[in-house]
């Protein structure tokens, strides 16, 4: 079945350094894929999507490129800061009417001043 | 965006009780809804799927005589945790498909169990 597979955390970052979190999927079909962020005892925030190959999602500094060719949807920010601690999720959703999104593991994003 | 309001956003019940938490999509209708739970450090787990008018459907290994949803309008969707053990202590996330396509979620509910 399809499955979403996320590098595992945490990850450490002083303000203003690079981030990248990994994410593969395995799909059959054409999938959505989505990224969202967990603040701390809340729960899930939609922070970007792209619903076909070369799509780039992005918000809030975030981007994240469909590349179908090597099945990964890779998160990105040039500069992170320390409000953007928490916990991100990639997920998938296939596409089909009605069907739960699949989520990969998250990853615990740490920021330091 | 689209508003899904999930409550209570706490609750401590005492073992062997029965704990109702609530999902309501507050700006649009939802046909199908979706219960996970997600345990410490760990990923969402697929509970059920909740469609209005029909029963839940459940994941493989998810009880669903412990787990009773009930989605009786197309804005709110129940999960009650029936005779709830420490052992169900979790957090509980609901999502609301809007026009059964976008998801968008609650902001969950923490289960203590003691």
């Known amino acids: 079945g399809d499955s979403v597979t996320q590098m595992e955390g945490p990850v450490t970052l002083s303000e203003e350094a690079f981030l990248t979190i990994n994410c593969t999927y395995t799909?059959?079909?054409?999938?959505?894929l989505f990224w969202y962020v967990q603040y701390p005892g809340e729960g899930l925030q939609l922070l970007l999507k792209?619903?076909?190959?070369?799509d780039k999602g992005s918000n809030k500094g975030f981007e994240a490129t469909y590349r179908k060719e090597t099945t990964s949807f890779h998160l990105e920010k040039g500069s992170v800061q320390v409000s953007d601690s928490a916990v991100y999720f990639c997920?998938?959703?296939?596409?089909?009417?009605?069907?739960?999104?699949?989520f990969g593991k998250g990853t615990t994003l740490s920021v330091s001043s | 965006g689209a508003v899904v309001s999930q409550h209570p956003s706490r609750v401590i019940c005492k073992s062997g009780t029965s704990v109702k938490i609530e999902c309501r999509s507050l700006?649009?209708?939802?046909?199908?809804m979706f219960w996970y739970r997600q345990f410490p450090k760990q990923s969402l787990m697929l509970m059920a799927t909740?469609?209005?008018?029909?029963?839940?459907?459940?994941e493989q290994g998810v009880e669903k005589d412990k787990f009773l949803i009930n989605h009786a309008s197309l804005t709110l969707s129940t999960l009650t945790v029936t005779s709830a053990h420490p052992e169900d202590s979790s957090f509980y996330i609901c999502?609301?498909?809007?026009?059964?396509?976008?998801?968008?979620f609650g902001q969950g509910t923490r289960l203590t169990v003691v």
């Open positions: 999502s609301a498909l809007y026009r059964n396509t976008e998801a968008f």
């Open positions: 799909a059959t079909g054409y999938p959505s």
């Open positions: 792209a619903t076909k190959a070369d």
């Open positions: 997920a998938l959703s296939d596409g089909q009417a009605g069907t739960a999104l699949i």
């Open positions: 700006d649009f209708q939802a046909t199908t």
């Open positions: 909740s469609n209005e008018g029909s029963k839940a459907t459940y």
